[in-house]
């Protein structure tokens, strides 16, 4: 619909759908107000469509995919993050995530906040909520980790990115943070996904371990589906054989994954290789590849860490990483992130 569209215009159009047996579905998708249909009607109905006072065009879909495709929405989507938009991914800059992989205490995350704002990162990461493998590992601090991690928001200015793992709990890490993780454990746990598409809040999808391409972009369709357009995609490693490195990064998933959707795709190096000799590589390799931006396990006490300690950067590594990689995403026609004015940089 045209984005000044009328409510009786937008009804006048889903009748005419429903008269001829169709199912539409109504959302506002990067401000333009769209309704989405199962089946495909008939060319007939197509052009009456079209010519309906309101509408802008009809766009046919072929495959699955339909809101994440870029058959449907030809330019990049740009996902604005933070409560006055500070960090974009998707659009011409090159947007750093940094973080624990899990929040453990008030001193470890100042430490670590203070580090990855030292090296550059528009965004903190860390995890409240753990989705482990095994149920005697640390599962993480639950509400008191997403108290700390809201505590740094305010401190550091930046806006803070962690990991939901049950749709009951959607409300209250929306309320507490600036965007919601999906992990690969969750990626196909579609109450979860319409649970987070109906938050409102921006949503990063990580792949499934041994999910398609196709997989992972009908994941963020249920999102998407919800009328939650701001969904950034994560490409995190896929299951080899290889056991010499954690996971295999998948880069030709990035480059395809650009080709069929206008969502941005960030790659994390850390979880993907599970080693931090291999994050400053996969790093470059990933801003080459066309991803629109990393997220980076950063800990200052990595030894002592209850969870992922094994590829956490150190603050030193993480600087040292953030200048090879301004050279890389300039290359590629880009530009690195500048530190938000209000951080702690800044000071
Ligand atoms: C994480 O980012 O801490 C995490 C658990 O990632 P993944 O879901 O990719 O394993
Ligand atoms: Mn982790």
């Known amino acids: 619909m045209r984005p000044r569209a009328t409510r009786e215009q937008l009804d006048f159009v889903v009748g ?116 482990r493998t095994s149920p005697y590992s640390f599962q993480g601090l639950g509400l008191a980790g997403l108290a700390l991690l809201a505590e740094q928001r305010r401190r550091t200015g930046l806006p803070v990115v962690t990991e939901v793992v049950t749709p009951g709990d959607v409300e209250c890490v929306a309320e507490e943070s600036d965007m919601l993780q999906i992990g690969t454990r ?25 999910a398609t391409i196709e997989e992972w972009l009908l994941a963020a369709e249920y999102v998407m589906h919800m009328g939650n357009g701001d969904v950034v995609l994560c490409e995190r490693g896929i299951r080899g054989y290889d056991r010499g490195t954690r996971f295999t990064l998948d880069l030709s998933a990035v480059a395809e994954a650009k080709r069929l959707t206008h969502l941005p795709v960030i790659v994390d190096p850390s979880h993907s290789t599970g080693h931090p000799h291999l994050v ?16 980076i396990d950063v800990h200052t006490d990595a030894r ?44």
């Open 16 to 131: 005419l759908l429903q008269h001829h047996g169709l199912a539409p579905v109504s959302s506002t998708i990067a401000d333009i107000m769209t309704l989405i249909t199962e089946g495909s009607g008939t060319p007939d109905l197509a052009a009456a469509v079209e010519k309906s006072p309101g509408v802008d065009r009809v766009v046919v879909v072929p495959g699955a995919q339909r809101l994440t495709s870029r058959v449907f929405r030809p330019e990049d989507t740009r996902v604005k993050v933070g409560s006055g938009a500070e960090t974009v991914f998707g659009g011409p800059e090159f947007a750093v995530i940094a973080g624990p992989c899990a929040v453990e205490s008030m001193a470890q995350m100042n430490a670590v906040a203070d580090a990855v704002v030292a090296g550059g990162a528009v965004m903190l990461r860390g995890g409240a909520f753990k989705p």
């Open 304 to 347: 002592n860490a209850l969870c992922d300690g094994a590829q956490a950067l150190t603050g030193d590594e993480f600087s040292t990483l953030m200048g090879r990689l301004k050279p890389v995403v300039e290359a590629v026609g880009r530009t690195l992130s500048p530190p938000h004015s209000h951080s702690l940089a800044q000071v």
């Open 186 to 210: 969750n990626m196909q746990n579609f109450d979860l996904l319409r649970a987070a598409g109906a938050s409102g809040r921006p949503v990063l999808l990580k792949r499934g371990m041994a």
């Open 280 to 295: 400053g590589p996969m790093s470059l390799a990933a801003a080459s590849c066309g991803a629109d931006g990393l997220i």
